[in-house]
């Protein structure tokens, strides 16, 4: 039976359910009035950039898939956010 | 990144040479085509909602507070688990040891199967209180875009379903069937993490 402590897969979890609460408490106590605030909306978007792309990279094991799938799914990622994040400053 | 998870698909103690999975494609390449394809969709679909929400912040922010911040934040650890025991599952079966893959499989599938539950504790008071999709814009996105994810789950769940059968009655699995079952989990997975920082976390 494989360790799940210490296992690779386990740190990954770990790192991304940690980041994930964080973003939460972020958007409860940095956002609890819900007025627009650029920090809190900067933040809990990076921190869903790293999530999605360390879930494609070691998950879905894109890390070690060919160049073009690498490419592809990272281009959706950078090319997602910034995308949402130009369109958020832009309608300020 | 890489040197301190140079076994992530092999898992640890295995016997499988790393160099074995470099250069490979997780799964059937048609899967991927549908996942890419499905990740493009949906990222038209958060775009098009964040061009409106900057039209119309203050409707959005408001309506953003009616929803229940809590159940969403455990939602999204619930997938992120489910998709932890899909992933390793998927190397458990690689290894050969059909016996631990299921243990992980049927795990992640009660992590899964938590989710769309939780959903209904979520939908349900908010229907009771009059928030539906004619309620407003921000609304509208909000159960047009978490319904078709929904919709999503539970294909994924049934496919974790034939995952589990084909651990169980082939000898041995049919280890792209596993991996093709897994890429498409963790799309749901990805998908759902977008939406919770578009829907329930950003101000």
Known sequence: ?92 | MTDVTEDFTTGVGNSRPDADTRGHVPGDSSMWFFVVGDLIIFGVYFVVYMYFRGQNHELFLHSQARLSLDVGAVNTVMLLSSSLFVALGTVAARAGNSAEALRRFWTALAFGAAFPLLKMFEWIPEISAGLTPGTNLFFMFYYVMTGMHLCHVALGLVIMCFVIRNLKTSQPPKISFVETGATYWHMVDVLWLVLFALLYLMR
């Open chain 1, 1 to 92: 039976m494989t360790s799940l402590i210490g296992n690779p897969l386990t740190i990954v979890w770990a790192l991304v359910t940690t980041v994930t609460l964080a973003s939460w408490l972020v958007a409860r106590d940095g956002g609890a009035s819900h007025q627009i605030n650029t920090t809190v909306t900067l933040v809990v978007l990076l921190i869903a950039a790293v999530k999605a792309q360390l879930v494609i990279w070691h998950f879905m094991e894109v890390r070690r898939a060919p160049l073009w799938l690498k490419a592809t799914t990272s281009a959706w990622v950078v090319g997602l956010f910034a995308l949402l994040l130009g369109f958020y400053f832009a309608g300020l």
